[in-house]
């Protein structure tokens, strides 16, 4: 059964630093991940996407990684601010096509 | 803008008392998900539909329904509420089921049950 887990819950790191958040997944077997974010009280917004044929995605500040072979993805977060404050979460599509969730990283930047 | 929309964005139910949540959407994707969202957790998928073709995750409790009456809406309906259905309920839909297709989430609609 496949796992997504999220560490650290929580981060809080000050303005201006670049970070990274981590997911990994515990099957392989995936077709792709996908990071979003959550405001609080908020829907997801789809951040960015990565087939599993591909190693990376960027858009604008933002770069996620995917190693399908050690189960992991990192998504970084270049020149924080605190608009990038929220929760993001990763979800991997299943061979069943559902998405598998991570419960998030809450993240937090300090002005 | 094509988007997902949910209403109401907050709804106060008492225990007990049924409850309906929409979602409509003007993307004109074949698939709707519902998902339950529980404070601090992630997302746990309820039902979906393809089309009309209804399909229910295993563990979702019977009090939970839907209702898909043509490609725009879909409707979450509790049957009777308890304190534990408290949470934000999304939905999402999808051009397709298949690999390469992303979910598009609305704001969520947040439940209180008294």
């Known amino acids: 059964k496949q796992e997504v887990t999220q560490i650290p819950a929580a981060l809080s790191v000050p303005e201006g630093e670049n970070l990274v958040l981590n997911c990994s997944f515990t099957?392989?077997?995936?077709?792709?991940l996908q990071w979003f974010r959550q405001d609080p009280g908020k829907g997801l917004t789809s951040l960015l996407l990565?087939?599993?044929s591909q190693r990376e995605q960027t858009s604008g500040r933002l770069n996620a990684s995917l190693d399908k072979s050690s189960g992991r993805s990192t998504l970084y977060i270049a020149a924080s601010q605190p608009g990038d404050s929220a929760t993001y979460l990763c979800?991997?599509?299943?061979?069943?096509?559902?998405?598998?969730w991570g419960a998030g990283t809450k993240l937090i930047i300090k002005p | 803008d094509a988007m997902v929309i949910q209403n109401p964005r907050y709804q106060v139910t008492q225990f007990g008392k049924p409850v309906t949540l929409s979602c409509s959407q003007t993307?004109?994707?074949?698939?709707m998900y519902w998902y339950q969202q529980k404070s601090s957790q992630a997302p746990k998928l309820l039902f979906h539909y393809y089309d009309k073709d209804f399909n229910n995750e295993a563990d979702t409790p019977d009090n939970f329904q839907s209702r898909r009456p043509n490609t725009s809406f879909c409707f979450l309906d509790i049957r009777s509420p308890g304190l534990g259905d408290a949470a934000m309920y999304l939905c999402a839909t999808s051009l397709s089921s298949g690999v390469s297709y992303e979910q598009y989430f609305g704001p969520g609609t947040r439940l209180t049950v008294t």
């Open positions: 979800a991997v599509k299943d061979s069943n096509y559902q998405l598998i």
């Open positions: 993307l004109n994707h074949n698939v």
């Open positions: 099957d392989s077997a995936i077709y792709n």
């Open positions: 990565i087939q599993s």
